[in-house]
């Protein structure tokens, strides 16, 4: 039987009857779930915080496979019915930690407040940097969705959605570029913005997922940022904006977010 379709006898869905379509919430748990979702307090917010901590633990040290939700509340020192208070599987959970690494990306490269200069250079070295460092801190999470991924077609199909967003973010990025003519008008968008994407992520991946260091210390990480941003400048034919006023318009605002186009 395929890897993905096997259950582990641990992880069997409580609470739920099957259904054509597959598992249906049923029962007190699944109740619970969707009233704490609904409104969740502080306790539950805790606990359930918990058990993310405890689940990211346990596929650390022992991988996907070899866990089973007895071995996550026992991390987390809770009983077994209250992990079923909060989420419906081991794969529920799992989905639950995969979402943060696009989360943090989103909070700490695309919407982050940049500085107000206006200078795209500027504003791409610090998204590469940024990058970096969600990769650099969430490496336990990067490696466990590859991990994953290697067999789960669904896991892997969310990978490439995700690829792709970033993909055209990136080249819509060089458009603007393109259009306020502070980039080559030559280059190909969508080709080169695939490539940087790849260049950017495949790197960043080696260095802290792979273990791959050139640089041995986060102290050093502005080397390699210095350098990734070196080869999208050059890729792009990036140059440089006059420092704008402390204080620009509303669409130069609009403009600099946009220009955080990391993956």
Known sequence: MPAQNRRDRHDLPRGKE???GGWAPTGTSAGRRATL????????TRTRQRL????????????YLDTNVDHIVTEAGLARGSFY????S???????????????????????????????VANLELSNRNY?????????????????AAYDDTVYKARLRSRQRHVARVAASIRRWQARGLADPGIDTDSTAAALVT?????????????????????????????LTDIWVRACGLT?????PAQPDEQQRDEQQRDGCQP
């Open 132 to 148: 970096l460092a969600v990769v650099r801190d969430n490496a336990d999470l990067y490696r466990l969705v590859d991990q994953v």
């Open 52 to 63: 993310l901590d405890a689940a990211r633990a346990v596929f650390a040290r022992r991988g």
């Open 18 to 20: 099957p259904t054509r």
């Open 240 to 244: 440089r904006t006059p420092t704008q």
């Open 85 to 88: 208070t909060y989420f419906e």
């Open 199 to 227: 260049m950017l992520s495949g790197s960043a991946q080696c260095l802290y997922v792979g273990g791959d260091h050139y640089d041995n210390h986060h102290d050093d990480d502005h080397q390699a940022v210095a350098t």
């Open 90 to 120: 081991k794969t529920d959970i799992f989905g639950h930690l995969a979402a943060l690494i696009d989360q943090r990306v989103e909070r700490a490269v695309v919407s982050f407040d940049r500085p107000r200069q206006g200078d795209p």
């Open 37 to 44: 979702i609904a409104s969740p307090g502080a306790k539950a």
